[in-house]
């Protein structure tokens, strides 16, 4: 079955940054929509990123606008997320996502995406 598989998550500082890589490990999702979603302790999972499928869309959640950078390499395949002037707020674990539809979709109905990564964890400390 198609796998979504995360990396690079860990323990930074406040105003560091991080990459996070997401591998499309059986090359399922080279014509989908892929993102990120986020999910802090005590809150419900959220929409950070998406990127359409030959990266010539991304959308971006308000929070992290400025911030964060998703990227994708299809020959690989691989998706990232670069993640700079971390804050203490976007302590959560991370996880990847696979949509068929265009990638708007992946941010406004996230309730409706079914391919997901099993995360990997975020902690910035202050």
């Known amino acids: 079955q198609a796998q979504l598989v995360e990396s690079g998550g860990g323990l930074v500082q406040a105003g560091g940054s991080l990459r996070l890589s997401c591998a499309d490990s059986?090359?399922?999702?080279?014509?989908?929509?892929m993102g990120w979603f986020r999910q802090a302790p005590g809150k419900e999972r959220e929409f950070v990123a998406a990127i359409s499928w030959n990266g010539g869309s991304t959308y971006y959640a308000d929070s992290v606008k400025g911030r964060f950078t998703i990227s994708r390499d299809n020959a690989k395949p691989m998706v990232y997320l670069q993640m700079n002037s971390l804050k203490p707020e976007d302590t959560a674990v991370y996880y990847c996502a696979s949509d068929p539809r265009p990638a708007h979709a992946m941010g406004s109905t996230p309730r409706l995406v079914d391919f997901w990564g099993q995360g990997t964890r975020v902690t910035v400390s202050s």
């Open positions: 059986r090359r399922t999702f080279i014509r989908y929509t």
